[in-house]
């Protein structure tokens, strides 16, 4: 099984930050590679498939980058709905399977 | 739009089978270009693939569940479902269903998740 590993855990940021969270895969996936929001009580929320492609209705200061191992998911200005749980998830191999999370504070 | 809706009962017993069905609206789950899944995830931990099925019956799952793992689909209902067998209190989590496409496993329509417990 591929194993994903985000990093960091957790982040503390204001608003209108620029805020990156690292995804980094146990082997190559080229770019099979989604980022999900998830906040408390609800289910996760699809915001970047295929490593950079951002999902209908998600706003532009979301962005992904990345191919092979190293991925990344970038907000630009963070705003105060951001603040939540994300998760990253290979689509490479099956099983397919998900980071650990990286939950999003405010400072 | 599409929505999907989880449904079963809350409370199991150990060593019993834990069953729910998920119910698509706003669709046709005979949709060629997707497949629908279960995901889970324990209370304050990450998220873990269970299966995924076709229309047409055809499934895959994690092959650390596969021998307790059971997914169907009724297509008469718009309907597909999940029954997983000797459940343990490592089985408590909130269940989801979702669908994803054909061609990559985004999970992009999600339920609203269901509570399992397993428990006496």
């Known amino acids: 099984d591929i194993q994903m590993t985000q990093s960091p855990s957790s982040l503390s940021a204001s608003v209108g930050d620029r805020v990156t969270i690292t995804c980094r895969a146990s082997q190559s996936i080229s770019s099979y590679l989604n980022w999900y929001q998830q906040k408390p009580g609800k289910a996760p929320k699809l915001l970047i498939y295929a490593a950079s492609s951002l999902q209908s209705g998600v706003p532009s200061r979301f962005s992904g980058s990345g191919s092979g191992t190293d991925f990344t998911l970038t907000i630009s200005s963070l705003q105060p709905e951001d603040f939540a749980t994300y998760y990253c998830?290979?689509?490479?191999?099956?099983?397919?399977?998900f980071g650990q999370g990286t939950k999003l504070e405010i400072k | 739009q599409l929505q999907l809706q989880e449904s079963g009962p809350g409370l199991v017993k150990p060593s019993e089978t834990l069953s729910l069905t998920c119910t698509v609206s706003g669709g046709s789950i005979s949709s060629s270009s997707y497949y629908w899944g279960w995901i889970r995830q324990p209370p304050g931990k990450g998220l873990e693939w269970i299966g995924s099925?076709?229309?047409?019956?055809?499934?895959y799952y994690n092959p650390s569940l596969k021998s307790r793992v059971t997914i169907s689909v009724d297509t008469s209902k718009n309907q597909f479902s999940l029954k997983l067998s000797s459940v343990t209190a490592a089985d408590t989590a909130v269940y989801y269903c979702?669908?994803?496409?054909?061609?990559?496993?985004?999970?992009?329509?999600w339920g609203q998740g269901t509570m399992v417990t397993v428990s006496s």
């Open positions: 979702a669908r994803h496409g054909t061609t990559a496993q985004a999970f992009d329509i």
């Open positions: 099925i076709y229309y047409s019956g055809s499934t």
């Open positions: 998830q290979q689509s490479y191999s099956t099983p397919p399977s």
